[in-house]
């Protein structure tokens, strides 16, 4: 599985080379690298012709990456909007702005980035060598914490180029969790949560990988990396969301839909005890990390109740510490809805929700008759999950390969043609 092209090389090499990216603590500062160096070689080439192999293709836009980009761009009004109505001053718009385009942008960039000559079999082997890799780094991680060795070795100095905390350039062996003292383990992320992201989005590559070797390693290191990071949402999304996936895939199928019909006859019949048993479940959900989910529910309430009373449409402009009461933590943080209807207000909101609406309804036709649409249904599916457990903006860094795959599962088949057209030589 060689590259073939800069666009593969730099996208191989970024993902392979995770673990020594993260040992050095640039991994922070990688992904909006790569995205903008791409994002120029996609401005040059879209619309033009291109040589494959011996064939000229045309590079398109896909609709849904202009939804895309239409969306993060409406951020960005967002943001300065609700700066200047709160008077936060001209320096301050600057630097938001720069973090807009390492954050919100991202999610618009890798996805035009994806409509590049990029293949889906070098993503999905790149994301089983990375588990691999976790597999084989995971015993050291675990005996560092059996030995007692610092949670924290070291605080990366590429921290100095600015970030959101010193948590996403540390070298961390483990962690332990204040409300049960059990270990974690964030492995190459800023906190364990996300670990149980990235795990499942490589999770969905994994299980497309043709090579036997690759796709059961790949599979055990993403189930391993779940369960090191002892995230709920992670265990959650790890079951559903290929089921789920799997069985839009098969409605197109008269013999399917038959059975799904029986299927859902038969659920009607036990529906008293299965909401017994979901109600169940979801106490139990809350229950096993309950001071998380008490803070998680305070940050909520005050982030809908600010939004509502002082900033309702364009938001209060920037993050802001909460009380004692959520432990000073960022109100808005840890919920990607509370925290656009806070810093962007309802005008932020729209600008995530239509991109991520049109893109499940996109895949959801799509799955029916592409592998990758159902690659790309998977992922749109665990970023809607995840938006009710975490930042995506603060995670683009790291979920990006995901980010990637939308816009390569959004281009259509394009014909080669004969023009003598000017073309640029991508092998």
């Known amino acids: 599985m060689a590259p073939a092209n800069i666009e593969e090389r730099i996208v191989w090499y970024s993902m392979i080379g995770t673990y020594?990216?993260?040992?050095?603590?640039?991994?922070y500062v990688l992904a909006p690298v790569i995205a903008w160096v791409l994002f120029a070689i996609a401005i040059v080439r879209i619309g033009r012709f291109v040589i494959v192999g011996d064939q000229r293709y045309i590079v398109p836009i896909p609709p849904l990456v202009v939804i895309w980009f239409s969306g993060m761009f409406v951020m960005l009004i967002a943001l300065?909007?609700?700066?200047f109505t709160h008077d936060y001053g001209l320096g301050t718009v600057i630097k938001s702005t720069i973090g807009w385009a390492k954050g919100w942008a991202l999610l618009a960039i890798f996805p035009l980035i994806g409509c590049l000559n990029i293949r889906p079999e070098l993503i999905y082997r790149a994301a089983c060598i990375v588990s691999l890799h976790t597999i084989i780094l995971a015993p050291v991680f675990i005996m560092a914490w059996m030995a007692n060795l610092p949670q924290v070795l070291y605080i990366s100095p590429v921290q100095k180029v600015g970030g959101p905390g010193p948590e996403f350039f540390a070298m961390s062996l483990y962690e332990i969790d204040p409300s049960n003292g059990s270990p974690r383990w964030r492995l190459f992320t800023p906190w364990a949560p996300a670990l149980g992201f990235v795990a499942n989005i490589y999770f969905v590559f994994a299980l497309h990988e043709k090579k036997r070797f690759y796709r059961y390693a790949g599979i055990a290191g993403c189930i391993l990396m779940v369960l090191l990071s002892g995230s709920r949402l992670g265990l959650l999304s790890l079951v559903s969301v290929s089921l789920i996936t799997w069985w839009i895939s098969m409605m197109g199928r008269p013999f399917f839909l038959w059975v799904t019909g029986v299927g859902i006859a038969l659920t009607g019949l036990a529906m008293a005890p299965l909401l017994t048993f979901a109600d169940d479940f979801a106490t139990r959900f809350r229950e096993a990390r309950a001071d998380s989910s008490r803070v998680r529910e305070a940050l909520a309430r005050i982030a809908v109740n600010r939004w509502r009373e002082e900033a309702p449409v364009w938001g209060h402009g920037q993050l802001e510490a909460g009380p004692h009461l959520v432990e000073y933590m960022m109100i808005g943080s840890h919920h990607t809805w509370y925290g656009l209807l806070y810093v962007k207000g309802a005008?932020?909101?729209?600008?995530?929700?239509?991109?991520l609406a049109c893109s499940f309804f996109y895949f959801l036709f799509k799955a029916m008759v592409s592998r990758d649409g159902r690659v790309a249904l998977g992922i749109v599916f665990l970023l809607f999950l995840y938006t009710f457990g975490e930042n995506l903006e603060v995670l683009a860094y790291l979920i990006w390969?995901?980010?990637l795959f939308?816009?390569?599962a959004s281009k259509d088949v394009v014909k080669p043609t004969p023009s003598t057209d000017s073309s640029t030589d991508v092998r």
Do not use: C, D, E, S
Not at 20 to 27: K, R, V
Not at 80 to 83: C, P
Not at 347 to 355: E, L, Q, R
């Open 401 to 403: 390969p995901g980010l």
């Open 20 to 27: 020594g990216f993260y040992i050095l603590g640039a991994l």
């Open 80 to 83: 300065v909007v609700g700066h």
């Open 406 to 408: 939308i816009g390569l």
């Open 347 to 355: 005008v932020g909101m729209v600008a995530m929700a239509v991109p």
